[in-house]
Nanobody, 124 residues
Framework: QVQLVESGGGLVQAGGSLRLSCAAS????????MGWFRQAPGKEREFVAT????????YYAATAKGRFTTSRDNAKNTGYLQMNSLKPEDTAVYYC?????????????????WGQGTQVTVSS
């Protein structure tokens, strides 16, 4: 089992920045990818970014590319999502997920473990 705990959400004005953290514990050696998803009210959970836990390779959704950066610190078993130039449409609950596998995972159903989510609100 892998446990994930997100932190770092909050209220920010449009154009501002936030950094989310996702601390992993338990069988962290089984993590191959850590992904970030978000869910706005009345909408489905959508993919934001993912990082290969071993190589550091990353992949982003079009809405995140150029504004968001995902990274990880293996020594701390923690992943990060740096969000810059935030827009009101970025308002959502942000979740991190973890999974095993050998290819990039962008679907919610492909992730085995999830954190509890952290609220990000961007005011205009």
């Amino acid at each position: 089992q892998v446990q994930l705990v997100e932190s770092g959400g909050g209220l920010v004005q449009a154009g501002g920045s936030l950094r989310l953290s996702c601390a992993a514990s338990g069988r962290t050696f089984s993590i191959d990818y850590m992904g970030w998803f978000r869910q706005a009210p009345g909408k489905e959970r959508e993919f934001v970014a993912t990082i290969n836990w071993n190589s550091g390779g990353t992949y982003y959704a079009a809405t995140a590319k150029g504004r968001f950066t995902t990274s990880r610190d293996n020594a701390k078993n923690t992943g990060y999502l740096q969000m810059n130039s935030l827009k009101p449409e970025d308002t959502a609950v942000y979740y991190c997920g973890a999974t095993k596998g050998f290819r990039i995972r962008t679907l919610e159903k492909e992730y085995d473990y999830w954190g509890q989510g952290t609220q990000v609100t961007v005011s205009s």
